[in-house]
C-alpha cells in the first residue's frame, strides 16, 4: 500500500500539475477577482520553478558534499550501489538504458577499479508499479560484468523497491556473508540523505558517497539568473520529490 501511495503522491508533487490546478482554477472561476488570484498563483509557481538560480541553490543546500577519497576506508568490505538509474521500460530489451544519475553505476566501479572496495552489492528491483521480467540490479550487474568485474566480486539485492527496503533487504543479504563489515553507499548526491538515514536507521552504518549531482557550480550570468529555464522545473520536481521523500520516511520512522 505505501509503495502506491509513494506513487499518487509523486504525482501530486510536480509542478507542473500544481500549474494545471491553478490554471484550472483560473479558468473556471467566476468572479474577476478570484480569477486574477489564481493567475497570479500560477505565475509565482511558475517564476520560481523555472528559475536556474533560485532552484540550483536549493539544490546545492540539500545534496551531500563530494566525498574526497582520503576520507574513505584505505579498503572498504564493499559499496553498495543503489538503482534507479535505468530505464525497464524502454525496448528493445537486449541493452541497458542508463539515465541521469549514471554516476553512480561509474562511481562504484571507479571505487572498485581503484582497490578501495573489494566487492560491489547491487540494490533494487524495479520501481514499476507492474513488475518486470528483468530487475534495475540485474541490468547493472550485466554492465558491471561486461567492465571485467568477476561475478564472484558482485552481491545482487533484487526485491527492493524503495530506499527503505534497499536498507532492508541489503542486511538481510549482508546476514549470508559476514565477512563484509564496512560498506560505502553510492548513491546520488540528492538522495544521500534518505539513503543514509534508512541504512543507519536498520543498523548499518555505511560511509556515505555521493555521486550523480544535479546541482551547477553559481555563474554570473543573466540567463543564469534571470531567465526561466525548463530544466530548472525538472530539477525543482526531483527536489521536491526527495524533500517529500525524506519528511514521510521521517513520519514513519523509516529513518
Same mark, same amino acid.
Given at each position: ?126 520501481? +514499476?508499479?507492474? /513488475?518486470?521480467?528483468?530487475?534495475? @540490479?540485474?541490468?547493472?550487474?550485466? *554492465? $558491471?560484468?561486461?567492465? #571485467? ?61 555521493? +555521486?550523480?549531482? /544535479?546541482?551547477?557550480?553559481?555563474? @554570473?550570468?543573466?540567463?543564469?539568473? *534571470? $531567465?526561466?529555464?525548463? #530544466? ?24
Amino acid at each position: 500500500m505505501f509503495f502506491l501511495l509513494s506513487k499518487v503522491l509523486d504525482f501530486v508533487l510536480l509542478p507542473t500539475v500544481w500549474l494545471l490546478v491553478l490554471l484550472v482554477a483560473a479558468l473556471v472561476a467566476r468572479q474577476p477577482r478570484r480569477k486574477r488570484q489564481w493567475l497570479v498563483a500560477a505565475l509565482v509557481v511558475f517564476l520560481l520553478s523555472t528559475n536556474t538560480a533560485l532552484v540550483n541553490e536549493a539544490m546545492l543546500a540539500w545534496e551531500r558534499p563530494p566525498v574526497p577519497l582520503a576520507a574513505l576506508p584505505a579498503q572498504a568490505d564493499a559499496a553498495v550501489l543503489l538503482t534507479g538509474i535505468t530505464g525497464v521500460n524502454k525496448s528493445p530489451h537486449d541493452r541497458v538504458y542508463l539515465g541521469q544519475g549514471a554516476d553512480r553505476l561509474t562511481h562504484a566501479l571507479w571505487l572498485y577499479r581503484a582497490g578501495r572496495v573489494r566487492r560491489i552489492i547491487i540494490s533494487g528491483g524495479s520501481g +514499476a508499479l507492474l /513488475r518486470k521480467a528483468h530487475t534495475e @540490479a540485474d541490468d547493472l550487474a550485466t *554492465l $558491471l560484468r561486461l567492465t #571485467g568485474v568477476p561475478a564472484r566480486d558482485l552481491l545482487i539485492e533484487e526485491q527492493s523497491r524503495n530506499t527503505h527496503e534497499n536498507a532492508h533487504y541489503t542486511k538481510e543479504l549482508l546476514a549470508q556473508h559476514p565477512d563484509i563489515k564496512s560498506l560505502v553507499l553510492v548513491t546520488s548526491a540528492f538522495h544521500q540523505r534518505r539513503a543514509m538515514g534508512c541504512f543507519e536507521k536498520v543498523g548499518l552504518h555505511p560511509v556515505a558517497f555521493p +555521486a550523480g549531482y /544535479r546541482s551547477s557550480d553559481r555563474l @554570473a550570468t543573466l540567463e543564469y539568473w *534571470l $531567465l526561466p529555464s525548463p #530544466g530548472a522545473m525538472q530539477e525543482f520536481s526531483v527536489l521536491v520529490h526527495e524533500v517529500a521523500g525524506w519528511l514521510t520516511y521521517r513520519l514513519l520512522g523509516y529513518l
